[in-house]
Nanobody, 125 residues
Framework: QVQLQESGPGLVKPSQTLSLTCSVSGGSITTTDYAWSWIRQPPGKGLEWMGLIAYDGSTYYSQSLKSRTSISRDTSENHFSLQLSSVTPQDTAVYYC?????????????????WGQGTQVTVSS
């Protein structure tokens, strides 16, 4: 059973870069057909897919966040990371990492099988 755990600072100042890491256990991030995503939920809003890194290291980003988002991985540590630059208070949200096993990549949060518990990130001075 794949398990995911987010970690990172809970408070980030405006204009800074938000950095989160998702540690994976129970499976390898290089396992064929797995995709590893970052998804967030601002207060009072729905889930928003931000981007993913596939098992082969290829990355895909939401068009609306593409200019500020970077997802990378460390295969030796079996984790993947999110960096979101130039944050504003509108980036305040619960951030989740999630995984999906399928030959088809998905940008739909509800199609993800495995989820971390989520971590609250607040952007404030």
């Amino acid at each position: 059973q794949v398990q995911l755990q987010e970690s990172g600072p809970g408070l980030v100042k405006p204009s800074q870069t938000l950095s989160l890491t998702c540690s994976v256990s129970g499976g390898s991030i290089t396992t064929t057909d797995y995709a590893w995503s970052w998804i967030r939920q601002p207060p009072g809003k729905g889930l928003e897919w931000m981007g993913l890194i596939a098992y082969d290291g290829s990355t895909y980003y939401s068009q609306s966040l593409k200019s500020r988002t970077s997802i990378s991985r460390d295969t030796s540590e079996n984790h993947f990371s999110l960096q979101l630059s130039s944050v504003t208070p509108q980036d305040t949200a619960v951030y989740y990492c999630a995984a999906r096993s399928s030959m088809v990549l998905s940008t739909t949060p509800n199609e993800y099988n495995y989820w971390g518990q989520g971590t609250q990130v607040t952007v404030s001075s």
